[in-house]
């Protein structure tokens, strides 16, 4: 089984490998396979792991850790770093967010089965490669392709794992995220579903570092993203001693973490307008955004009720009973890292 950790520690020095773990196949004999590229550095050291996407919507992290990965000189490198570019391909494909094939959230299936459904497949075979090679997982993603956000962490924390909350956030840190979000895994205030099922939190069961980075929106690509991405990736792999500190670079001396958070939703259809940024933080009583129905009239206002940091707002002005309008968070700290 082992393929990729069987390569990071070949002989041979600096090398990249680009490769291909097998899946399965379609009907009409189309393989189906997770694409990676694997630098071996010229002397051992530690692996970062950056799994561009799990949502076949979720562009920017792909285009930003391909960049990143090939922009690498692995002879000056002490260690190794990994791109699985995409673990959701059939999604991908098909600009959507889950497995055409099952409709899984692939982000609720790991760390997979080997027999199971497509994306439980593929979840298993891309974990294979992950335990007991990866010393840190980055899990790239986007937010919902109707918002807008600035560039935003999620960080899980697992009991057992041995990992500390105060390492993830000292990792996520250097992506200068506007927020870093505390998750709850148990699900109180968070979206539905096998949340523990999710990459990260399976790669902290697992005893690896691990969070998410939320680039801006899905389904399109945002170069001031991408580029704030790639920056992450360099810091954080001189962070784990991959590669040499950035001359005169600052990187984040605190982080913004907070935990709580919950979205707010339509009562009404109709045109909605939004009245400030994506990003902003804003006070009580604060207007957010209107509706108005098709005769013009106003039928919805948003005001936040509490000091809040408007980190994802919608910018579809199409909207229905029970859609979200934004992603709120109420209560943060900063914390040193």
């Not at 954080?236 to 991959?242: H, R, S, T, V, Y």
């Not at 935990?259 to 604060?286: M, S």
């Not at 809040?308 to 109420?330: C, M, N, W």
Request: overall charge negative; aromatic content about 6%.
């Amino acid at each position: 089984m082992a393929q990729i950790g069987d390569f990071l520690k070949g002989a041979g020095g600096a090398q990249v490998e680009c490769g291909r773990i097998p899946v399965g196949g379609m009907a009409s004999g189309m393989s189906v396979d997770l694409p990676y590229v694997a630098v071996r550095g010229a002397r051992p050291g530690k692996t970062l792991w950056i799994n561009g996407q799990v949502h076949g919507d979720e562009i920017n992290g792909m285009i930003a850790s391909l960049r990143f990965v090939r922009g690498l000189d692995p002879k000056a490198m002490t260690g190794n770093v990994v791109v699985t570019p995409t673990a959701n391909p059939h999604a991908l494909d098909l600009r959507r967010k889950r497995n055409p094939y099952d409709e899984l959230d692939l982000d609720q299936t790991f760390p997979g089965a080997a027999r199971g459904l497509i994306s439980e497949r593929l979840s298993s075979a891309l974990f294979a490669q992950i335990r007991g090679v990866a010393d840190m997982l980055v899990s790239l993603h986007t937010m919902n392709p109707l918002f807008d956000s600035k560039l935003y962490a999620v960080y899980k924390v697992h009991p057992d794992s041995g990992v500390s909350e105060m390492a993830q956030l000292k990792a996520l840190s250097v992506f200068a995220p506007n927020v870093a979000c505390r998750q709850n895994v148990a699900g109180a205030g968070e979206l539905p579903g096998n949340v523990a099922g999710g990459i990260d939190y399976q790669a902290l069961a697992a005893g690896i570092p691990s969070f998410m980075i939320e680039l801006g929106a899905g389904s399109r690509y945002e170069a001031h993203n991408v580029e704030a991405a790639m920056l992450g990736f360099r810091r954080l792999a001189a962070q784990l001693g991959i590669l040499q500190p950035l001359d005169g670079d600052d990187a984040p001396a605190s982080v913004r973490r907070v935990t709580k958070r919950n979205w707010v939703t339509y009562e009404k259809g109709g045109l909605f307008t939004a009245e400030v940024e994506a990003g902003a933080t804003v006070e009580a009583g604060t207007l957010v955004g209107r509706t108005i129905d098709l005769f013009g009239e106003e039928v919805e206002t948003f005001v936040v009720d509490v000091p809040s940091v408007i980190f994802g707002l919608r910018r579809d002005p199409v909207v229905h009973t029970g859609e979200r309008a934004a992603f709120v968070a109420t209560q943060w700290d900063n914390v040193a890292v």
